[in-house]
């Protein structure tokens, strides 16, 4: 995802695409907030939910994605219940205090989106899961 940073015209490959949405979908985090929303669903019939949900510092997902927004819509296709799941956020760098490897990283990466070397962007995954 930081090589897309360094050329903005560019897009995510198709091997970063699948990566990202494979772990996606296989993280706590996400399946958390899926559950939420059904939940959400089935007791108040609300067929919107949108939550921010932020990666563990002990995941791939802390350092490529960090912090992103879910947002489910629960659609009815015949007899069957969908959620309609939309992961997004913007590809950039802030500064982050404390001294670990990953903050040192981070804030190289918000150095170069200071001095315009870098241009965040934004990303999404999409999916769609039966509710049962």
Same mark, same amino acid.
């Given at each position: 995802? *930081?090589?897309?940073? &360094? =050329?903005?015209?560019? +897009? *995510?490959s198709q091997k970063t695409k699948t990566k990202l949405s494979e772990s996606l979908r296989n993280s706590n985090q996400i399946k958390q907030t899926i559950n939420n929303a059904i939940n959400d669903f089935k007791?108040?019939?609300?067929?919107?939910?949108?939550? #921010?949900? $932020?990666?563990?510092? @002990? #995941?791939? @997902?802390? *350092?490529?994605? %960090? =912090?992103?927004?879910?947002?489910?819509?629960?659609?009815?296709? /015949?007899?069957?219940?969908?959620? /309609?799941?939309?992961? #997004?956020?913007?590809?950039? &760098?802030? =500064? =982050?205090? %404390?001294?670990?490897?990953?903050?040192?990283?981070?804030?190289?990466?918000?150095? &170069?989106?200071?001095? %315009? *070397?870098?241009?965040?962007? $934004?990303?999404?995954? +999409?999916?769609?899961? @039966?509710?049962?």
């Amino acid at each position: 995802m *930081l090589a897309k940073s &360094f =050329k903005p015209n560019d +897009n *995510l490959s198709q091997k970063t695409k699948t990566k990202l949405s494979e772990s996606l979908r296989n993280s706590n985090q996400i399946k958390q907030t899926i559950n939420n929303a059904i939940n959400d669903f089935k007791t108040n019939k609300n067929t919107y939910y949108q939550e #921010s949900v $932020e990666f563990t510092r @002990l #995941s791939d @997902l802390h *350092l490529a994605v %960090g =912090k992103a927004t879910v947002t489910v819509r629960i659609v009815q296709i /015949d007899n069957n219940h969908w959620a /309609d799941i939309t992961i #997004s956020d913007v590809y950039d &760098f802030d =500064k =982050k205090n %404390g001294f670990s490897i990953g903050n040192v990283l981070n804030n190289m990466g918000t150095y &170069f989106q200071n001095q %315009g *070397l870098i241009t965040p962007y $934004e990303w999404d995954v +999409n999916y769609a899961i @039966l509710v049962e």
